[in-house]
Nanobody
Framework: QVQLVESGGGLVQAGGSLRLSCAAS????????MGWFRQAPGKEREFVTA????????YYLDSVKGRFTISRDNAKKTVYLQMNSLKPEDTAVYYC?????????????????WGQGTQVTVSS
């Protein structure tokens, strides 16, 4: 079993920045992609970004390109999400997820393990 713990969420003004972290523990796969999703009240879960096992490939939701950056440290089993120029529409609960194998996906059902989520609130 794999456990994921997110941290770094909070309240920030529009234009501000936050850095989310997600640490994996337990019996992690030999290789795994990691992704970030978000869910706002009354809306469906939405893909935000993902990164391959090597870190050499990343994929972003169009609306966050140029503002968000995903990275990972495999030695620490941790993925990071640097969020800059935050907008009120970025407000949501952010979840990290692990997908066995090295290839990332934008589909939530492709992921095997999920964290409990961390709230990000951007005020206008």
């Amino acid at each position: 079993q794999v456990q994921l713990v997110e941290s770094g969420g909070g309240l920030v003004q529009a234009g501000g920045s936050l850095r989310l972290s997600c640490a994996a523990s337990g019996r992690t796969p030999m290789s795994y992609a990691m992704g970030w999703f978000r869910q706002a009240p009354g809306k469906e879960r939405e893909f935000v970004t993902a990164i391959s096992w090597s870190g050499g490939s990343t994929y972003y939701l169009d609306s966050v390109k140029g503002r968000f950056t995903i990275s990972r440290d495999n030695a620490k089993k941790t993925v990071y999400l640097q969020m800059n120029s935050l907008k009120p529409e970025d407000t949501a609960v952010y979840y990290c997820a692990v997908r066995s194998g090295g290839i990332y996906s934008s589909n939530w059902y492709a992921y095997d393990y999920w964290g409990q989520g961390t709230q990000v609130t951007v005020s206008s």
